[in-house]
């Protein structure tokens, strides 16, 4: 209860100063709310032409936070996340996924690194505008190069949240873009599901224990680097990490720039028939996959294809 008053209180003193607020400011504020304010709201999705409408529910009880996404159209799907552990709830059975395949999406997606931006984004107000019948702040990003997209945000201008993202390309165009068409913040939210999934947690007969808990993702210094990456993307993590599919577990290592991330795997080159050379995209995120020296590397990023290819050409052994 401390805490919800504590984070309640920091964010009512962060809204009083709105009106002197810088766009990183604002983007400070958003990282917060969406963590840490209840709300309900259906939004869309919009990527390649493709339309998919989810509702999601926020709460923070106990001092936890609880989030449920829904699908609204195509097979009913339905992921909860508690705490930073993601499951798949169905049919009263909580399924555990792997945290960065269910990792924590809009309006939860802002960045921690919120520093070093300005030396790689042209950041820049434009106004207030409505989304789903709240006041927004407009916040554009524009990259310092073409190696990366702009972004473009609405932060709704009382509570901070995130209301709309979108990913813009070389000739402004939606690459992809999240928007609230519905929202409740805060007031009378059903918390019914809550009590439903916390009797599925630890030593009840259908909880399984979340992927995080046993030993299977494991921090290393592989030797593998990349001279070409995009200034201002440092290396946030280096990992072995068993794949599905995966004969072996897979060396991963993430970088990041504070809006946008690039992942490089390295693997043997078993010669499976899906591991296959070329380039494909599906929204922001672009994929490019080569054999190099017996080695399969999959350069997959939030950023243009040229970027994921000349990340992977750079791809080396450097030695343990």
Partial sequence: MRLAVALGGMLLALAAHAAERTPLGW??????AGHHIDYNGVFVYQYDN?????????????????????????????????DGRVWNYTHHMMIPMDSQQGRSMFPSVLPGQLSALGA????????????????????????RDNLRYTHKMWVHTDS???????????????????????????GKIDRGWIKECNSAWPHKKNFHPAPEEAPALTPINSGWVADRLPAGFK???EILRPMQGKHAPVTQIVFSDGLSAISIFIEPNDQDEDDVDGLSSRGEVSLYRKVV????????????PRTVMQVLDSVRFNGK
């Fill in 27 to 32: 983007l400070e504020v958003a990282a917060i």
């Fill in 235 to 237: 290396k946030t993590q």
């Fill in 50 to 82: 493709r339309v998919e409408t989810a509702n999601i529910i926020h709460l923070n009880e106990a001092n936890s936070e609880y989030e449920k996404l829904v699908s609204l159209d195509g097979p009913k799907r339905e992921i909860i996340r508690h």
């Fill in 293 to 304: 020296n017996q080695n399969l590397i999959t350069v997959v990023g939030e950023v243009p």
């Fill in 160 to 186: 901070g949240l995130l209301l709309k993202s979108a990913v813009l390309g070389d000739k402004e165009q939606v690459a992809e873009q999240y928007a609230f068409t519905q929202l409740q913040i805060g």
């Fill in 120 to 143: 790689n984004y042209q950041a820049k107000l434009l106004g207030e505008e409505r989304v789903a019948g709240y006041n927004a702040q407009v916040i554009l990003f524009k990259p």
